[in-house]
C-alpha cells in the first residue's frame, strides 16, 4: 500500500468561536502539516486544539495563546495523530483576525 500525502483541509477563519478545520470521517489520519498564515494588518492569536471522539473536552496542541504576527505564518512542527471522529480545531482571537489554512497528511484507506 502506497503512502500518499494530500491536503485534508483548508479554508479561512475570520472569527473567534472554536472552529472545526479537521474532522476524521470513518478513518484514521496522520496530519503531518499545518500552516495557518494570518493575512491582516494585526496579530493575531491563535488557539490549537485536538477533541477526540466521545470526549466533552478538547486537548491543547500548541501552547496558549500562540501569536502570530501581522502578514506572519505559523507551521506546526510535530506530526499529529487522529483517530475516527476525533477533530482538529482553532480559534483566532485579536483585532479582526483573519487567516488561512492547509493541513497535509495522510488517512487510512
Request: glycine share 8%; hydrophobic share 40%.
Amino acid at each position: 500500500m502506497a503512502l500518499i500525502i494530500k491536503v485534508l483541509g483548508s479554508g479561512v477563519i475570520s472569527n473567534t468561536t472554536l472552529t472545526d478545520i479537521y474532522l476524521a470521517t470513518q478513518t484514521s489520519a496522520v496530519i503531518s502539516n499545518l500552516r495557518v498564515v494570518n493575512y491582516t494588518a494585526n496579530p493575531a492569536i491563535m488557539h490549537l486544539y485536538v477533541k477526540p471522539s466521545g470526549s466533552a473536552y478538547n486537548r491543547r496542541i500548541e501552547k496558549p495563546a500562540y501569536t502570530i504576527s501581522a502578514g506572519g505564518e505559523y507551521v506546526m512542527q510535530d506530526v499529529v495523530t487522529v483517530g475516527e471522529g476525533d477533530k482538529l480545531q482553532i480559534a483566532l482571537t485579536g483585532t479582526s483576525p483573519t487567516a488561512s489554512y492547509m493541513i497535509n497528511g495522510m488517512e487510512r484507506e
